[in-house]
């Protein structure tokens, strides 16, 4: 779940800035802001402080915001009907599926969420909502001939010793299992875990880059991997083993074999608002502000990551390299509803050992 520290550039993060910096020069004055609320992330700080200095300028509610890194759930569940928390951000299905299921959250009820969140990426009742995609995409090495790809694929035996991926235990993977359980079902998904196995050039493991990496290295010619690190990469500093290893790839948006729409598997990150918010009002503000056009930007420009609000500009790197998102209709919450499953299917295939 690394992230890497976000880029601030462009329009949009300049004006977020600059509103920001105004905010900041008007609360050094002793007077205070009239309104707040608390915000716990697991977020890195770089990204989520100027979204946050935006907020504030434009609606004057300060926001407290607790960087937590690990046992979310478990600090707020321990703080109980006291918690100052009102928003939960973390990232990926499983972990906003584990705020839900823990009993932190509440429903909620917004018109401008709902317009600006696709269905399937938030919670039937308003407990978790997303706030921006990373699509599970192939990482390839350049020379192969291939435009389309089924992540089925990856099973086939003309793969064989071509294959580099991370640990199937890892959330990326456990997520994108799931949703070949949701698709496909249980006996599929353990075939195609077999197979992918099969296929392995090296023991599955190391992070999503070291896919780009062993491509570089001639050790694999294929893998899955997010697509931000595409970003990330291919924007480091021309002569970086980071730079090499993300101009050694091309990238194919991968589809399901059976499901109609052709969509491509994306995890998240998102938010809920909090059981015991103290300030559920603002909390929801902030939601609603967080899918704006000038924030949905700014998760595009900052992490490279796909806006979940239709219309906002991808970063030039990632229109260019993996392009406009076909996101598959699954609901977020359907493919959950496989994660514990999908886990357990990881292990009795013996896929990390
Ligand atoms: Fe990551």
Same mark, same amino acid.
């Given at each position: ?13 300049? /004006? ?9 020069? %008007?609360?050094? !004055?002793? $007077?205070?802001?009239?309104?707040? &609320? =608390? ?84 919670? /039937? ?9 990373? %699509?599970?995409? !192939?990482? $390839?090495?350049?020379?192969?001939? &291939? =435009? ?206």
């Amino acid at each position: 779940m690394t992230e890497q520290r976000p880029r601030v550039r462009g329009r949009a993060a300049r /004006a977020l800035l600059g509103a920001g910096a105004a905010w900041l020069a %008007a609360t050094a !004055l002793p $007077a205070q802001a009239a309104e707040e &609320l =608390t915000l716990y992330t697991t977020r890195e700080p770089a990204l989520i402080q100027p979204l946050i200095a935006a907020f504030s300028a434009q609606s004057n509610i300060k926001v407290n915001t607790v960087f937590v890194k690990d046992g979310l759930l478990e600090r707020v569940k321990a703080e109980g009907a006291r918690s100052p928390a009102d928003v939960l951000m973390t990232v990926d299905i499983g972990n906003l599926m584990d705020l839900v299921d823990g009993g932190v959250t509440q429903p909620v009820k917004s018109a401008a969420l709902e317009s600006a969140i696709p269905a399937n990426l938030r919670g /039937a009742d308003g407990q978790w909502f997303s706030l921006s995609m990373r %699509a599970r995409v !192939l990482y $390839a090495d350049k020379s192969l001939p &291939l =435009t389309s790809f089924r992540y089925e694929d990856l099973a086939n035996p003309k793969y064989k010793g071509k294959v580099c991926i991370r640990a199937g235990q890892h959330p990326y993977n456990t997520a994108l299992v799931a949703a070949l359980i949701a698709h496909d079902g249980e006996a599929k998904a353990e075939q195609w875990l077999r197979g992918v196995k099969a296929n392995l050039a090296r023991k599955a493991t190391g992070g999503d880059r070291d896919v780009a990496r062993d491509i570089l290295g001639g050790i694999c010619d294929v893998g899955l991997a997010n697509s931000y690190y595409v970003g990330q990469m291919k924007s480091a500093k021309e002569g970086t083993d980071a730079r090499k290893w993300g101009d050694a790839i091309k990238v194919v948006r991968p589809t399901f074999a059976n499901a109609k729409s052709g969509g491509t598997h994306v995890n998240i990150s998102g938010a809920a608002v909090a059981k015991n918010a103290p300030q559920r009002a603002n909390a929801v503000k902030l939601l609603e502000f967080l899918v704006s056009e000038p924030a949905q930007a700014l998760y595009a420009q900052a992490n490279y990551e796909y806006p979940v609000r239709k219309g906002v500009a991808l970063d030039p790197i990632i229109g260019q390299t993996i392009g406009e998102l076909k996101v598959d209709p699954l609901p977020l919450t359907e493919i959950a509803k496989y994660r514990k499953q999908a886990s357990a299917l990881v292990d009795k295939v013996g896929f990390d050992q």
